[in-house]
């Protein structure tokens, strides 16, 4: 999968929770945030070349 569709990916999961957010369901929305931080976190992690072990 290249970078930009993690990117696209991304987004549409967070834009899902802000949806999610306004229309009140907020366990649902607090999920799609987490999954998109950690997403966001590891595509990051990927980019700068780190592997967790320095």
Do not use: C, P, Q, W
Not at 16 to 30: D, H, R
Request: net charge neutral; proline share 0%.
């Amino acid at each position: 999968m290249s970078d930009f569709y993690r990117d696209v990916l991304t987004g549409a999961v967070f834009v899902s929770g802000l949806i999610g957010f306004v229309s009140g369901e907020f366990v649902i929305s607090s999920t799609l945030f987490a999954t998109a931080t950690i997403a966001s976190n590891l595509n990051m992690n990927r980019k700068l070349g780190k592997t967790g072990s320095e």
